[in-house]
């Protein structure tokens, strides 16, 4: 496929990555000339100096032949524009773009068709939702959702302390007591796809595949106590935390943003009336104390620099805050941050990449695209959802007896109303939803190509 991704900030640069490693023909626009030149250098792809809203810009980048533009330039307008000048000079483009500013929210919706936009993405806002999810179940360091929310993989840190510390795969189910399978352990920085003879260790997070209607018991018989979140304190006042603050408080949450912003602080206090906005250097260890760190429910560290969020929830998790989540930027050298103590880390740019790739993936196949499709183990493993349909080889024989490319996993069945966690002698038949977990190496676009 034919990719135009006009802007090459930290999105840009990620969307660049991804869909490079995927084989697609990309063309990069920026009006930064040295960021250019790295990315031309780094991928050996087309590069084009200039306002990416331009129609000549956008000409000499090839917009009429082009299947896609993903417009992630820093300002919501210019991304608007950007894809009203591409959809005006090819009617048949495809084009996603980013916007971020909560005022634009319904317009987006409501004029989609005249911006020309076949979707939209908000970082932001999926982070906070990522972020409210996370604070519903405070005993998983993450949680991707399929089927609706019916079937999840869930991330767990195992500690010394853990009922699954020194326990093999094997020897799980008398101790969880449910029905769950482990798809991948991330152990010293790499993913492994782990046997029934694996043996958790102290340090490794594992990857659980489970029915959404059980983690309460997974938690509970795993010795983890969690109760309902009452109190959140966020350091940061950026659009994030007001997109977090408000979900928050529609669940009766209530909520203290530390801003160091004067301006932004008389904001916050226009839009959030019920939340508690205090003025203040989110670093300042007695301002943290006397605003009651050690007694909130849960941490969100969402300032605008990683290094800060990373101080903040280091110092949050030695006061005993029993949630702790970290918003980093960048998460390129996620094995340094292996052993560090940041809770749940929160990656926006990871997040709406995956639905772009998603939205890519769809577009090159039509009829058997994946539903969903999540990135797990820090990058080095994918999660999908496929529907089996009439094209879809081998229904009806039982999983020990197909021959699966190396590295993939079916981890669920969704059989109608009924989902199994398979085993040897599991199928899957025409119309059942499928959930496949593979090394990022290996792409697979639809579920024939789970088969050798």
């Known amino acids: 496929m034919k990719i135009i991704i006009a802007g090459n900030g930290k999105m840009g640069a990620a969307l660049t990555s991804q869909l490079t490693a995927e084989g697609d023909d990309l063309t990069l626009i920026d009006s930064n000339l040295n960021v250019l030149e790295s990315s031309e250098e780094s991928y050996d792809i087309m590069v084009v100096h200039g306002n990416c809203a331009s129609m000549d810009v956008l000409i000499q980048a090839g917009v009429k032949e082009a299947d896609l533009l993903i417009a992630m330039a820093g300002a ?13 000079l090819n009617p048949n483009i495809h084009t996603i773009a980013r916007v971020c500013n909560p005022e634009y929210t319904d317009q987006i919706y409501v004029m989609r068709q005249m911006f020309g936009l076949s979707m939209a993405v908000n970082p932001e806002r999926q982070a906070a939702t990522e972020i409210e999810r996370l604070l519903k179940y405070p005993g998983f360091l993450k949680r991707d959702t399929f089927t609706k929310g019916r079937v999840e993989i869930v991330e767990l840190r195992i500690d010394k302390k853990s009922k699954l510390c020194n326990v093999a795969l094997n020897d799980l189910d008398g101790i969880v007591k449910c029905k769950i399978l482990v798809c991948a352990v991330l152990r010293d920085g790499k993913a492994v796809a782990p046997g029934g003879n694996f043996v958790l260790r102290e340090g490794d997070r594992i990857y659980v595949t489970a029915f959404t209607n059980i983690l309460t ?18 350091c940061g006042g950026g659009r994030i935390s007001y997109y977090l603050a408000k979900q928050l408080q529609n669940s009766g949450v209530q909520v203290q943003i530390i801003e160091k912003d004067q301006e932004r602080c008389r904001q916050l206090s226009a839009i959030l009336p019920s939340a508690c ?37 280091l110092y949050g ?33 990871e997040l709406c990449c995956n639905t772009i790739v998603q939205y890519v993936r ?17 990058g080095q493993a994918e999660a999908m959802e496929f529907y089996a349909d009439e094209r879809t080889r081998n229904c009806g024989k039982p999983l020990k007896a197909l021959k699966l490319k190396k590295g993939v996993l079916v981890v669920c069945i969704l059989k109608g109303a009924k989902m199994e966690i398979p085993n040897g002698d599991s199928y899957f038949n025409v119309g059942d939803i499928v959930y496949v977990v593979t090394g990022k190496q290996k792409s697979i676009y639809q579920l024939n190509d789970i088969f050798e």
């Open 277 to 313: 906005i205090i003025q203040g250097d989110s670093t300042n260890q007695l301002l943290l104390e006397s605003e009651g760190v050690s007694s909130c429910d849960a941490l969100a560290t969402m300032t605008g620099l990683d290094e800060l969020n990373m101080i903040i929830s």
């Open 362 to 378: 769809a577009m090159k196949n039509q009829a058997g695209a994946a539903l969903t499709v999540h990135t797990i183990a820090d």
């Open 317 to 349: 998790n030695s006061c005993g805050v029993p949630q702790v989540i970290t918003k980093l930027g960048h998460i390129e050298n996620a094995d340094i941050l292996g052993d560090l103590s940041l809770g749940s880390v929160i990656s926006p740019k």
């Open 76 to 88: 919501d307008e210019v991304n608007l524009l950007c894809c009203m000048t591409a959809h005006g």
């Open 217 to 234: 018991l997974l938690l509970k018989n795993l010795g983890i106590l969690t109760h309902k979140v009452k109190r959140v304190m966020i």
